[in-house]
C-alpha cells in the first residue's frame, strides 16, 4: 500500500464544474503540498499547509490532521486547469508523492 | 527574483555512460533537493542538500550521487546509465518547506 494515495487517478469535467480531488496518507507529516504539473513536466507549487484550510483564487486545499486526509477543491472548472494535480507529504524532511490526478477540463 | 533553472534541459546519452545535471536555485535558498520522475514510479525523492551536505537520502542505488557547491548550486551525476535511468530529473530549492521546482531535465539513455 502507498504511504500517499490519491483519487481519483482520471477526472473529466465540463468548464464550470466544481472538483474535489482527495489525498489520504499513512505516515506522519509536518506538511502537505498540492502540486500542478502541466504537459512538458513543469511543476508549480499549490499551497503548502500542516493545518486547516487555504484559498488562492479559485482553489482551495483543506486538511484534516486526525483524518490523515487533504482535499484540493477548484470552483468553476476552466480548460486551463487541464493538468496532473500531485499530492506529496513532508516526512522526515523528504517529500512522498502520490501517484497523482490527470484532469482534463473540457469546453 | 529568477526561479530555479536546470541545464541541460534534455539529454540523450548510451547505456554505461555517466551523466551529470545541475540545479540553480532561487537566490537566497539553502536546501536543493533532487527528484526523479517517471512514468512506471511516479515521482521518487533522490537526495537533498543544505549548505553542502547531504541532508538526506531516498532509496535509490550508489550509482546516483550529487553534491552542493558553496553558492548553494547543486549537480547530481548517475554513473553506469541504464536504460531504466530515463526519467525526468526535477531539482527544487526550498525555503522553510515551501518547494519551488525547476523545469527539469528529461535524461533518455538508449
Known amino acids: 500500500k502507498n504511504e500517499v494515495e490519491q483519487s481519483p487517478q482520471n477526472l473529466t469535467a465540463q468548464e464550470g464544474e466544481f472538483i474535489t480531488i482527495n489525498c489520504s496518507y499513512s505516515v ?4 502537505l503540498h498540492w502540486l500542478q504539473q502541466h504537459p512538458g513536466g513543469g511543476i508549480v507549487s499549490l499551497f503548502m ?4 484550510k487555504k484559498k488562492h483564487g479559485r482553489l482551495i486545499a483543506t486538511i484534516n490532521i486526525q483524518e490523515k486526509h487533504s482535499s484540493l477543491h477548484i470552483t468553476a ?4 486547469d487541464s493538468a496532473v ?6 516526512n522526515t524532511d523528504k517529500l512522498i508523492f502520490g501517484t497523482g490526478t490527470r484532469l482534463q477540463v473540457f469546453p | 527574483k529568477a526561479g530555479v ?7 540523450i546519452k548510451t547505456r554505461g555512460q555517466q551523466v551529470t545535471l545541475s540545479c540553480s536555485p532561487i537566490s537566497g535558498h539553502r536546501s536543493v ?7 512506471g514510479q511516479g515521482l521518487q525523492f533522490l537526495f537533498e542538500y543544505f549548505s553542502e551536505t547531504q541532508r538526506n537520502k531516498g532509496n535509490f542505488p550508489g550509482r546516483f550521487s550529487g553534491r552542493q557547491f558553496s553558492n548553494s548550486r547543486s549537480e547530481m551525476n548517475v554513473s553506469t546509465l541504464e536504460l531504466g535511468d530515463s526519467a525526468l530529473y526535477l531539482c ?3 525555503l522553510r518547506n515551501e518547494q519551488y521546482f ?3 531535465t528529461r535524461l533518455t539513455v538508449t
Open chain 2, 92 to 94: 527544487a530549492s526550498s
Open chain 1, 77 to 80: 472548472s476552466h480548460p486551463r
Open chain 1, 49 to 52: 499547509l500542516s493545518s486547516g
Open chain 2, 33 to 39: 533537493s533532487w527528484y526523479q520522475q517517471t512514468p
Open chain 1, 28 to 31: 506522519g507529516i509536518s506538511a
Open chain 2, 102 to 104: 525547476g523545469p527539469g
Open chain 1, 85 to 90: 494535480y500531485i499530492c506529496a507529504v513532508h
Open chain 2, 5 to 11: 533553472t536546470q541545464t541541460p534541459r534534455y539529454l
